[in-house]
């Protein structure tokens, strides 16, 4: 027999929502109530197949529920009948799940399969653009290099004669032999 259903893990969810709001770790929960940390983590999961007996998932439970204040009854997973109306309950207020729901992994692999044939298609189509005039795609880059090579030249030289006519001008002005600099302060 399991011990762990779809209501137990609720309440479980309750318990770690609980403790999280708390900022407290399992260990931290486990030093401060002296339960076992794998008892806690069984009772957060809704999982009570670790427990030996219903009376130590019982006690453990109600403890842990008094230390993070919470007001949640024991769901005695213990007892088959209670546990198969619980589910029935649960299957009945669930909705009928729709029609996307229930093929929403055919329709992921619909959508890849035409991103697919469009990605293959658009890649065909610009292959074929690209076999039918290499000969003029050539013509024009060997020209374009030539004007970009020109301009570049042109450029290098305006640079050049711009740069040495500032050292000459540098030059000239440093070379003036009349130049006296007084050292005294002037007097106020």
């Given at each position: 027999?399991?011990?762990?259903?779809?209501?137990?893990?609720?309440?479980?969810?309750?318990?770690?929502?609980?403790?999280?709001?708390?900022?407290?770790?399992?260990?931290?929960?486990?030093?401060?109530?002296?339960?076992?940390?794998?008892?806690?983590?069984?009772?957060?999961?809704?999982?009570?197949?670790?427990?030996?007996?219903?009376?130590?998932?019982?006690?453990?439970?109600?403890?842990?529920?008094?230390?993070?204040?919470?007001?949640?009854d024991f769901f005695d997973i213990y007892n088959?009948?209670?546990?198969?109306?619980?589910?029935?309950?649960?299957?009945?207020?669930?909705?009928?799940?729709?029609?996307?729901?229930?093929?929403?992994?055919?329709?992921?692999?619909?959508?890849?399969?035409?991103?697919?044939?469009?990605?293959?298609?658009?890649?065909?189509?610009?292959?074929?653009?690209?076999?039918?005039?290499?000969?003029?795609?050539?013509?024009?880059?060997?020209?374009?290099?030539?004007?970009?090579?020109?301009?570049?030249?042109?450029?290098?030289?305006?640079?050049?004669?711009?740069?040495?006519?500032?050292?000459?001008?540098?030059?000239?002005?440093?070379?003036?032999?009349?130049?006296?600099?007084?050292?005294?302060?002037?007097?106020?």
């Amino acid at each position: 027999m399991s011990l762990k259903s779809a209501h137990t893990g609720k309440i479980g969810k309750a318990f770690a929502n609980a403790r999280i709001l708390r900022s407290m770790t399992c260990e931290e929960v486990a030093g401060a109530t002296f339960i076992n940390v794998e008892y806690i983590k069984a009772i957060e999961s809704g999982n009570y197949e670790i427990f030996p007996a219903r009376i130590f998932a019982f006690q453990y439970f109600e403890k842990y529920a008094n230390f993070l204040n919470l007001e949640i009854d024991f769901f005695d997973i213990y007892n088959a009948e209670l546990v198969a109306a619980a589910g029935k309950e649960l299957n009945s207020n669930l909705p009928e799940r729709s029609f996307l729901k229930k093929n929403i992994i055919s329709l992921i692999c619909l959508v890849i399969l035409a991103s697919l044939i469009f990605i293959f298609q658009r890649s065909y189509n610009n292959n074929e653009a690209s076999d039918i005039s290499p000969q003029n795609s050539f013509s024009n880059e060997d020209a374009l290099r030539v004007d970009v090579k020109s301009n570049f030249d042109n450029d290098i030289g305006e640079l050049h004669y711009k740069i040495n006519n500032f050292f000459i001008q540098d030059k000239l002005d440093s070379i003036q032999p009349d130049v006296t600099v007084n050292l005294l302060e002037p007097e106020a």
